[in-house]
């Protein structure tokens, strides 16, 4: 395909077959049942091509479980510093025998190569099933995102079905009502983030006011039920950015930990804040343990529309924490209720799903989705 | 064989050409000699700008510092341009013919200083080129897509074209950006991530 792209390189159009290889091993629990690449275009312009690929996949679960949550890792051939992507659909619950679908809508510029290879080739890095057994190759770690997607999910199904139960379907639907007004008020942010090296100078940055950076103080939302404690940290912040965030945490449970992720939120100097970022934490942790997590990345924020802001302070928070012995700590929905926390967390997939059925069926049929 | 020129290679070393540029360049330079060993020096000489870089006070960011004194220079010589058109008399008298020889001596003259500008101000845009080291891979989750561009090559995964306002978007320290979009026809979560190593 690479080659006949090649010999394509002068015209506009770029036959697309065969740019797309999904590859699935053999034991696969998933089987692709349809793929239509629908308006996909490659546009040859000089040496290099521009790919759109607009890809509808259904898959098909195969297996005898039902099917909670897949990661597919997407490759692009030649694609910079190791750079490769993921779709991943979580908050599934897809019986044994059904399809369902997953979009891939890529674009990427790359040189024309004469390679024989598929310029895209997608791949499966993970399944967990209901029984949160997984199946996968597990490049991404995609075990552990989708094992705590689908704890997220049980805790608030849990959390909706207990009101409905307790306190009928007005509160229910109080409930849900002040979660999309959640996120309705969420402020409209883009963030960028450099792992190595420094971020390249933005557009809009001011050309004759000098920024001196600052060590800026995380403050630490504290969350009764976590089981690591933050107990200190900063970043230097320049403007619009953060750079080599540090911490210092502090195992209070009795067992090690393999894997922990902090959230950081951004606070700019009009007020608003908003969660921007994870900082993870990929050592391991010895019960009561203390450590220092040192990071060299930058991170930087804008107004979603480019318009710049400025970062005033910065709040740190235990997202999740995954036990040497293979369980899962996340927070509780009474360790969200606290009024920053319940603002800056953002909604789980499955909460999200859950409000966007609201919108579409109305208190009835969220009503019969939980009674399933 | 013909080479690229010298401030070309240059440019190239610091990854400051278009990315059209510095592929056509990538390629004529993999199979000439010559050529890598340019490239190579400009390299090291940018190594060099970069420890002594390194050396200048805690907080300092050269970028800013470097526009901030090119808008005073560019500043200085607006006012300046300015200060003479005002000095100038309106009715000053009518400047006197000069011979040819005067002329041609005088256009001369001037040829020669904008060369030596010119060439002085390439060797400065080379060492500055240099100095400044490959483009850093930037990670960016928006509303629209995630995506990661190195300013040559770029990938990104954009969200349904349905509902785009719907994400939740966040990058890792680690080196990813991800994207939560719901779908608000079928009610279908995606979450896209791009990595690099």
Known sequence: MAAAIACLAQEDGVDLRGGLKINLAKDSPLAVASLDLGPSKGTARGGAVMLDLHASLRLRNLSTKHVKGVTLLVMAQDMTAGGKGSVAAPALDVAPGEDFPVRIDLRMVRPVSSGAEPLVQVMLDGVLFDDLTFFGENRLNSRRQLTVWELEARRDRKHFQQLLEAHGPETLQKEILTAISRQADRPRVDVQVVRRGQMPRAQNAPATNYEMDREVQFSFLRMPGAPVDLMAGAARVSGDQARAPHLEIRNREQKAIRHLEIGLALKDTNGQEFYAATVPYDEPLAAQGKAALKDTATLRARNTGGSRLVIEGMSGFVNNVEYADGGYWIPSRADLTEGRLSRLVPPSPEEQRLITLYKRKGLQGLIEELKK | MKHPSIDKLALYAGGELSWWTQWTLRRHIGGCGQCQHEVALFQEASAEAFEEAGQMPAGVQWERLAAEMRANVRLGLEASDAISAYAAP????????????????????????????????????????????????????????????????????????????????????????????????????????????
Do not use: F
């Open chain 2, 90 to 197: 309106l009715d000053a008298p009518p400047v006197r013919g000069m011979s040819w020889r005067t002329a041609a001596v005088a256009t001369c003259l001037l040829m020669l200083l904008s060369v030596g500008y010119w060439l002085g101000a390439v060797r400065k845009s080379e060492q500055l080129a240099a100095a400044r080291g490959p483009e850093a891979v930037v990670l960016e989750a928006s509303e629209r897509a995630v995506g990661l561009s190195d300013g040559n090559k770029g990938m990104e995964l954009q969200g349904p074209r349905r509902n785009q306002g719907a994400a939740i978007v966040t990058v890792s320290t680690e080196g990813s950006a991800g994207a939560q979009y719901v779908d608000e026809e079928t009610g279908q979560i995606t979450v896209n991530h791009v990595y690099v190593e």
